[in-house]
């Protein structure tokens, strides 16, 4: 059985605490399903937060889309391979 929307969205307002007693009552597919969306939204957060940091500037001035390109496609990079594990390296091309 898949997760509800319901089930997602509830995952966002509870505290660690009680992560526990959340996952305890997920079947091993819908664990399996809950991490691939994590997984999934931590790297797109990722991605949009370098990217808009470099377009923000934080005292430099924007730094355009090219270079906020590279520094996203680095941020994705390093959280695919040295936080969750990946091997692929790929770039996201714009």
């Known amino acids: 059985m898949a997760l509800t929307t319901k089930a997602r969205k509830m ?4 505290a660690p605490v009680e ?5 305890d ?12 969306e994590l997984e999934g939204i931590a ?5 949009a ?4 940091e470099q377009r923000f500037g934080n005292g430099n001035g924007d730094q355009g ?4 390109a590279k520094a996203a496609n680095k941020a994705r990079r ?3 391979c040295d936080v969750i594990g990946y091997n692929e390296t790929r770039d ?3």
């Open 11 to 14: 995952l966002f307002n509870l």
């Open 19 to 23: 992560f526990e007693k959340f996952v």
């Open 25 to 36: 009552k997920l079947k091993t597919d819908e664990r399996r399903e809950l991490v691939e």
């Open 43 to 47: 790297i797109q957060a990722t991605f």
């Open 49 to 52: 937060a370098a990217y808009v």
């Open 65 to 68: 889309h090219e270079d906020a």
């Open 78 to 80: 390093q959280l695919r």
């Open 92 to 94: 996201i091309p714009f």
